[in-house]
């Protein structure tokens, strides 16, 4: 798993299948301060995991389409416009928005716009 630090978080970045499959599972909990960015996703789940988490849904622009709390047990489709899903740590998915934009996190992964 490969981290980037910017703005004050810790961006968790899958580099392969099993990490980005794995996610957050095994863990007690997620800092406050880190985000597990999954590029080219529309789903996500809790199943099996010990804590809730913030799902922060963007378009293919990377703008910001919505924001769900999603409780240990889940699994959500948050809409057809989502492209990437970034997952805080519950409650602190406003607080990402408001820290990080779109064009922020492609820079930070090293993204081009043209090829996400």
């Known amino acids: 798993m490969r981290h980037v ?4 978080w810790t961006l968790e970045i899958p580099e392969n ?8 599972l095994g ?13 080219r996703c529309r789903s996500v789940h809790t199943v099996g995991m010990r804590f809730p988490i913030d799902i922060v849904g963007l378009d293919a622009d990377w703008a910001l389409v919505g ?4 409780a240990p047990g889940r699994i959500a489709w948050p ?3 989502i492209r990437h899903i970034v997952e805080t740590a519950a409650g ?3 607080a990402f928005s408001a820290s990080l934009g779109g064009r922020t996190i492609r820079e930070a992964l090293g993204i081009d716009p043209r090829r996400t």
Do not use: F, K, M
């Not at 299948?17 to 957050?24: K, N």
């Open 17 to 24: 299948h099993v990490e980005r499959t794995r996610g957050l």
């Open 79 to 81: 809409g057809r416009r």
């Open 5 to 8: 630090a910017v703005a004050g």
């Open 27 to 39: 863990r007690t909990e997620l800092d406050r301060t880190h985000a597990l960015v999954l590029v």
């Open 67 to 70: 924001v769900r709390t999603l």
């Open 92 to 94: 602190r998915a406003q």
